[in-house]
């Protein structure tokens, strides 16, 4: 049995029966078109079809994939993304070297034959058999374009694939009658155009301008002679003649291609010898493609900006027709992403957290009134390495985030206020607030059967020198846990979820959150992006929008542009204006003087609140300004690590709490955001200050600070936010059975600010 040649091609046996097979199925083909009453070709063999006539004569040509590139909100390239590296352009900007090369060398007769080169055909099989080489092909350029077209309809599926190249004399035969409707309505020009678009050519280029680029790092529209001439050699064989990988074979088919040229015509034979004496000339760029690539470290906002497209019924009906048009690419998709606040929020993280220490950080900002996302990072890069990971820790677990999100501690906290303040119940609301008490029972819910404390749970403060009774303002800047316990009692449990439901506060899975007390102290997990789109309907005075970030796609089709539709941001009122102003007013006391004071901005109005879990571990915190929203998040996502006698970014922590940690990552990244913006005022509240047990406070602050020694936290250590995890499959302390809450859903209540 004849041997393949070393290149993969075929031996010159091989060869000469191929061809002869060819000149043989032309034959037949032309006598199919010149005597049509003789009906079938007799080709009865499977795979093969019935007659010439009756083949459909209508070619589909599915537009051309091409690149996708994904740009920030001024413009800037964030990444390029395809399933095949192709920039569709017109004839006039390809070299005319190029578009005579590739004819030279792959169809010398093409202006002068139809479809079909039976003259070609016979010539190349008796020069290629006594030459044992592979000089020149059969086929014509159209019957190649008319291949070419069914493997790219193919696309990725392999089957298809196997399909459109299976080499039978019934697919041959339905080429050849294509090929003359494409010669009858295109011409040859167009077909020229549209073959050097399609035709692949090698490290992952498609198209003769991503093969320019990939190769010399130019438009097709300046090759010159000699690297026209190497892309037409690379087509016959792209993995035989790549130039990156054998130079000298690469050498030898351009010159080939060069001798060719001279042969018809094209150039002289000075020109050609010349071109021969060149060096290749590569300046190669390498494929970038994917969101791995993103810049600006951007990576995990340009894998939202897909899962976005993917899943949102704007772009397609079902989750197949969204993908066949990502796919098919060719989309230009102007984000939402703010370069400026994008790299703050990189920096900062980078600034406390090292990609290599065993928890891991997240911020997303959004903006207020918009739902614009402006930035999203995180401090683990988007890879496949130590310390990479392809998980989103920003989003929820359907857009690529974890498959839980992370418990959020006493960040909650503000969502139960908003509720008892759209209750009527009044900012100066006083509850007993014990160090330590059972949770009350009943507790009213939605359904109307009232949540029972069966099994006699209990939720403690912070500090043992934290007893009430306290105001809501004074209960919210300190994070006591048993105030808002007493709150959820007293105004019962379907309030809080009205509010969270209108602010869109779900668990990181994608369900709603348990109507069970646990819940308003933080004890289920929440992204962070779902955290700072609810804290920007306070910055909006109660306005909550759902958050964006594609503001416009065009898209490529051939050489023609249409805009879509994509999806808008929808806002609803969540609360009134009373409500929100009262709840900026309470957050702006967490970051005065409260458990968030390391974590406050001095140059603009902002707001916020600290929430850690027991065991440490997650710290939080999530805040704003009237016209930026962000949260922080730092855990580990696997949740096993508790964040004690630990150190990250290079510091040590005794205990970690969400104003730690969390909170100066917010303030750096949210000073550089904001850097050179406007600085808008909140519209505060007058809520009046305990006028009673003011001495006892004192001396209670007092106590806390005697707890610690100052470690230059600004005198804030107890001050911690939060709630459970369920870290220890028991709920901590007093806490519901659960387990781990990243790993598997747990609903302990815990105890931390």
Request: aromatic share 6%.
């Amino acid at each position: 049995m004849p041997k393949k040649r070393s290149g993969g091609g075929l031996s010159p046996t091989q060869q000469a029966v191929k061809f002869l097979g060819v000149s043989v199925l032309a034959g037949a083909v032309l006598a199919g078109i010149a005597l049509p009453a003789v009906g079938a070709l007799g080709l009865a063999a499977k795979g093969s079809v019935e007659g010439f006539d009756a083949l459909p004569a209508n070619l589909k040509t599915p537009p051309l994939s091409q690149r996708t590139t994904i740009l920030d909100a001024e413009g800037g390239t964030i990444a390029t993304v395809y399933s095949r590296d192709r920039t569709v352009v017109d004839l006039k900007d390809i070299s005319p070297y190029m578009q005579k090369a590739i004819v030279a060398i792959e169809d010398s007769r093409f202006y002068e034959h139809g479809a079909i080169d039976l003259k070609g055909v016979l010539r190349a099989l008796n020069k290629n058999a006594r030459s044992g080489e592979v000089s020149e092909g059969a086929s014509t350029l159209t019957q190649q374009y008319v291949k070419n077209v069914f493997v790219e309809e193919a696309g990725d599926d392999p089957t298809k694939v196997a399909q459109a190249t299976q080499q039978t004399i019934g697919r041959k035969i339905q080429e050849l009658k294509l090929a003359i409707q494409v010669e009858e309505e295109l011409g040859k020009k167009k077909i020229l155009e549209n073959y050097l678009n399609i035709t692949f050519f090698g490290q992952q280029a498609y198209g003769v301008e991503a093969a320019s680029q990939r190769y010399f790092s130019k438009h097709a529209k300046d090759l010159n002679v000699q690297e026209a001439a190497l892309l037409a050699g690379i087509v016959q064989s792209p993995s035989r003649y790549d130039p990156v990988n054998d130079e000298a074979e690469a050498t030898k088919r351009r010159n080939v291609v060069l001798n060719r040229m001279a042969q018809v015509g094209d150039i002289s034979t000075a020109e050609a010898e010349k071109a021969k004496k060149a060096p290749l000339g590569l300046k190669v760029s390498k494929p970038k493609n994917g969101c791995i690539t993103a810049v600006k470290n951007a990576s995990f906002f340009c894998d939202y900006v897909r899962e976005v497209f993917l899943s949102d019924k704007v772009f397609g009906k079902t989750r197949k027709d969204r993908a066949k048009v990502w796919n098919q690419g060719g989309l230009t998709i102007r984000t939402t992403l703010d370069p400026q606040a994008q790299a703050s929020v990189q920096q900062s993280l980078k600034d406390h957290v090292n990609q290599s220490d065993s928890v891991a950080a997240a911020s997303t900002l959004v903006e207020p009134g918009t739902g614009k996302v402006l930035a999203m990072g995180q401090t683990k890069p988007y890879g496949y390495g130590k310390n990479e990971t392809e998980i989103n820790y920003s989003v929820d677990h359907g857009m690529g985030g974890s498959n839980y999100g992370f418990p959020t501690g006493s960040t909650f906290k503000p969502f139960v206020a908003a509720a008892a303040l759209e209750e009527g119940r009044p900012a100066t609301q006083e509850y007993s607030s014990p160090y330590e008490m059972p949770y009350p029972e009943p507790v009213q819910t939605c359904s109307g059967k009232p949540w029972m404390n069966t099994a006699g749970e209990k939720v403690p403060n912070e500090s043992e020198s934290e007893v009430g009774p306290y105001r809501l303002k004074e209960a919210m800047a300190l994070s006591v846990n048993t105030y808002f316990v007493q709150m959820v009692a007293d105004i019962g449990l379907c309030p809080v979820m009205k509010m969270t439901d209108a602010l869109h506060v779900v668990q990181g899975s994608g369900d709603k959150l348990p109507e069970v007390p646990a819940v308003s102290l933080g004890s289920k997990g929440v992204a962070p992006l779902t955290m700072a789109s609810a804290y920007a309907a306070f910055a909006s005075r109660g306005m909550y929008c759902t958050p964006i970030v594609i503001e416009s796609i065009t898209q490529k089709i051939g050489n023609k542009q249409k805009s879509l539709d994509v999806p808008k941001s929808t806002c609803s009122r969540a609360m009134s204006e009373k409500t929100a102003d009262t709840v900026n007013t309470l957050l702006q006391g967490v970051v005065d003087s409260g458990t968030g004071k390391a974590a406050g901005l001095t140059d603009r109005a902002n707001a916020g609140k600290t929430g850690t879990t027991d065991e440490r571990k997650n710290a939080w915190f999530v805040g704003y300004t009237p016209n930026l929203s962000g949260a922080v998040w730092v855990g580990s996502a696997s949740q096993q690590v508790q964040m004690k006698n630990i150190t990250i970014g290079g510091q040590y922590h005794d205990l970690v709490f969400g104003g730690a940690v969390p909170g100066p990552i917010w303030k750096d990244a949210m000073t550089g955001a904001l850097a050179g913006k406007d600085s808008p005022s909140f519209n505060l509240v007058n809520i009046p200050d305990e006028d009673k047990d003011k001495d006892k406070n004192k001396d209670k602050d007092k106590d806390r600070d005697k707890e610690k020694p100052d470690d230059g936290n600004n005198g804030d250590d107890g001050f911690i936010g939060g709630l459970t995890d369920g870290g220890t499959g028991d709920g901590g302390p007093g806490g519901f059975p659960g387990g781990n809450l990243i790993q598997g859903p747990g609903n302990g209540p815990g105890g931390r600010r």
